[in-house]
């Protein structure tokens, strides 16, 4: 039989993190579990109400049900890849292809300019943003950007926008600096009409709102060039079919979610870069600088946009791992 154990934690973000998102404290849980072959694997559990997603507890309740939510099913699969690297005493950079991450930039007016200037220099080439608050301020900030830094740009709306005022957003930047967005991410809900005409603009990417399209159904001409895949919140076989049936690129991101959950996505982008190659684009899963730092984040060791080393086994953390109180779940039957 399979067992479970929670430890609950919190972090706490330094600033807003999107056009949805306030800064409150985020709530989530690592989950411990053992399969019957005695491998002990981790993983995070962090949903986003926002988003609508439960929370945590009654993923867990769920759990003792001997139900696993989508989200809960995710952090199984993930625990499984941090077990299995566990077990043979590796972790989850031993052999990988090496991943390169986007720079992330939730908000740009409490950027100070040095950080962009260090981005640069320590080896980014592309830089996200999450607009979707001041489209004027925002594409004056972008046009500076991209002249003063040459970043490509990706912008990320979490479906904030409208037509219109993308359109206006996107014409107002020079023509010769266009070829420097490399996608327009979630502009506003799905709609196979409207993202065509905005498609034609500039290239998109879908991010959450790819729960909305219906696959089967969806003509040829797919307004979108990019599918974004959190595997702690996307069947991640699944996702990787409809990219690779529809010719689509990839970007695979963590969640804003908890320092393990960061590694097991880095993981993740690594195994599907070594089989798709440049179908995988630039990742986005340096997350963790996002919030207050706690033992966890401060032992990831970036070198610039690559995670460069992690501490211990499996997704890393062995000792914090260890040290932390857990509580067993009980499974009703
Ligand atoms: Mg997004």
């Given at each position: ?6 430890h ?6 330094l600033?807003?993190?999107s056009?949805?998102?306030g800064a409150?404290?985020?709530e989530g849980a ?5 399969w019957?072959?005695k ?14 997603d ?9 759990l003792?049900k001997?139900?696993?939510t989508?989200?809960m ?9 941090d077990a299995?690297l ?6 989850a950079l031993s ?12 908000d740009f007016t ?5 950080k962009?200037?260090?981005a640069?220099?320590?080896g ?10 001041d489209?004027?301020e925002?594409i004056?900030?972008?046009e500076?950007?991209?002249?003063d830094?040459e970043f490509?740009i990706?912008?990320?709306f979490n479906s ?8 206006r ?26 993202w065509?005409?905005?498609s034609?603009l500039?290239?998109l990417?879908?991010d959450n ?22 595997p702690?919140?996307?069947d ?8 690779t049936?529809?010719h689509l690129?990839?970007?695979i ?24 190659r440049?179908?995988v684009?630039d990742s986005?899963?340096?997350?963790h600088?996002l ?11 970036f070198?610039?946009?690559y ?13 914090e791992l260890?040290?932390?109180d857990?509580?067993?779940?009980e499974?009703?039957?």
């Amino acid at each position: 039989m399979m067992k479970f154990w929670f430890h609950k934690y919190s972090m706490t973000p330094l600033t807003t993190l999107s056009a949805v998102t306030g800064a409150q404290v985020r709530e989530g849980a690592l989950i411990k579990v053992q399969w019957p072959n005695k491998k002990i694997g981790f993983s995070d559990l962090f949903p986003w109400p926002e988003l609508g997603d439960k929370k945590v507890i009654y993923h867990l309740q769920e759990l003792q049900k001997s139900r696993l939510t989508p989200l809960m099913e995710q952090s199984v699969y993930l625990a499984k890849k941090d077990a299995e690297l566990r077990s043979k005493k590796q972790n989850a950079l031993s052999g990988a292809t090496r991943i390169k991450n986007h720079f992330l930039v939730t908000d740009f007016t409490k950027l100070p300019e040095s950080k962009l200037y260090e981005a640069k220099s320590a080896g980014f080439s592309t830089l996200k943003v999450k607009v979707g608050r001041d489209w004027k301020e925002e594409i004056q900030w972008i046009e500076k950007t991209i002249l003063d830094y040459e970043f490509s740009i990706r912008m990320d709306f979490n479906s904030q926008s409208d037509f219109s005022t993308f359109e206006r957003m996107i014409s107002y930047l020079p023509r010769n600096l266009k070829p420097k967005i490399e996608f327009i991410e979630d502009p506003f809900p799905w709609d196979y009409d409207v993202w065509l005409d905005a498609s034609k603009l500039a290239p998109l990417a879908i991010d959450n709102e790819a729960e909305f399209v219906d696959w089967k159904k969806l003509p040829d001409k797919i307004p979108f060039k990019v599918l974004v895949i959190k595997p702690a919140r996307q069947d991640v076989d699944q996702a990787v079919k409809k990219a690779t049936e529809r010719h689509l690129k990839m970007v695979i991101t963590s969640s804003m979610d908890h320092p393990i959950a960061l590694v097991g996505a880095i993981r993740v982008a690594s195994e599907l870069k070594t089989k798709y190659r440049i179908q995988v684009l630039d990742s986005g899963c340096i997350t963790h600088k996002l919030y207050k730092p706690d033992e966890f984040s401060s032992k990831l060791i970036f070198t610039g946009p690559y995670l460069s080393q992690i501490i211990g086994t499996g997704m890393g953390f062995d000792k914090e791992l260890e040290n932390l109180d857990w509580t067993a779940i009980e499974m009703k039957k």
